[in-house]
């Protein structure tokens, strides 16, 4: 088994000509035909782009790029294969070889960097039954029968984001508390009380997707992806895995990044006190220093199906995490609401009657 570096232009194995595919345990690519492992070589120097400078992404060339499909030519059977509208990588349906557009050939803003695959499908699949297992909610015949899951690996585009804040802050927040009357009748009062102040904080590596098969929504139920494991893009990390390009401009982006870092600001500030509800919270943030780089992140999507309900669940290509998006038990839930109950009725009931 030889051990070299794989460039990028090298569409297939040198050895036998094999379809090459990324293999996360080894981080490096394998061929699929004689087991031949590439290296690939690391790329440090990661770009991170001025904010400022309003990059320009949705040009005219770009639209058109992401509104027709792409007719890929398959270097290793010679095939023509249709790339949907924002695929960058599939396998040939003819030969199965792992197929990537060159990075010079992507329309608009070219990828600079990725998080790659920590794991491949199988292991993916351990960690998914694995965590079905634990969760007690989930039915126990969906846990004892032989989940069939359909398991597809892809990158996930996205535009991460650094920058400096400086907020100035006024609101009112207030605390409740209740008093019991001479005619044993409870009255519940707030007490208010203002704040005001300034807050400042730096945020590294805000993420926001830019997908067509994924929200942000799902993004943050799978949890934060370890950037100190970037590297700088190759498409030797994408080949055996459905890439696309980003489908919504970074201006739009943009916008959603400066909504998810004030909403943690306003958070950030609320933790300083303590208290039982706002009544108001004005925050005005001021935004400097603001850079943007293009990433691809890992995304595992499990669809299966429960007594003819189907179910799509997500998770981390990196850390593992998931949205744990099971089938749950009716029966199980109605326990927990009736034992609810229960533990708030009976100390009541418990207290008439003694009362009485």
């Not at 232009?9 to 490096?28: T, W």
């Not at 031949?36 to 440090?44: A, L, Q, R, Y």
């Amino acid at each position: 088994m030889t051990e070299n570096i794989v460039k990028t232009n090298d569409k297939n194995c040198k050895n036998c000509g094999g379809s090459l595919k990324f293999c996360p345990e080894k981080q490096a690519v394998v061929c699929e035909n004689c087991a031949s492992v590439f290296g690939i070589e690391k790329i440090s120097n990661i770009q991170k782009h001025d904010l400022d400078k309003n990059a320009v992404d949705q040009t005219a060339e770009y639209k058109d790029y992401v509104n027709q499909n792409k007719i890929f030519k398959c270097a290793n059977c010679g095939s023509s294969v249709v790339l949907n509208v924002y695929d960058i990588s599939k396998k040939c349906p003819y030969c199965s070889t792992n197929l990537v557009i060159d990075n010079d050939a992507i329309v608009g803003l070219k990828p600079d960097a990725i998080l790659p695959f920590a794991f491949d499908s199988h292991k993916a699949s351990e960690i998914f039954l694995e965590k079905v297992k634990k969760k007690w909610l989930v039915p126990k015949k969906f846990k004892n029968s032989n989940i069939e899951t359909d398991i597809k690996g892809m990158y996930i585009p996205s535009f991460v984001y650094d920058c400096k804040t400086q907020s100035q802050y006024d609101g009112r927040l207030y605390n409740e508390y209740t008093e019991t009357d001479s005619e044993g009748k409870t009255h519940t009062h707030r007490e208010y009380f203002h704040i005001s102040g300034s807050f400042n904080k730096n945020f590294d590596n805000i993420l926001v997707e830019s997908s067509s098969k994924i929200n942000q929504s799902n993004i943050f139920q799978i949890g934060n992806y370890d950037f100190e494991k970037k590297v700088g893009y190759q498409d030797s990390y994408i080949r055996g895995f459905a890439t696309e390009h980003y489908s919504e401009s970074l201006a739009s982006c943009t916008e959603r990044y400066k909504g998810i870092v004030e909403n943690r600001i306003r958070n950030l500030i609320l933790r300083k006190h303590s208290y039982d509800g706002v009544d108001y919270l004005n925050v005005k943030t001021d935004f400097s220093d603001e850079h943007y780089s293009y990433y691809l992140v890992p995304v595992y999507r499990f669809n299966f199906e429960y007594k003819n309900k189907p179910y799509t669940s997500y998770m981390n290509g990196q850390t593992g995490n998931s949205d744990c998006k099971f089938p749950k038990s009716k029966v199980k839930i109605a326990f927990i609401v009736i034992f609810s109950l229960l533990a708030v009725a009976i100390p009541v009931i418990l207290s008439l009657l003694l009362s009485n």
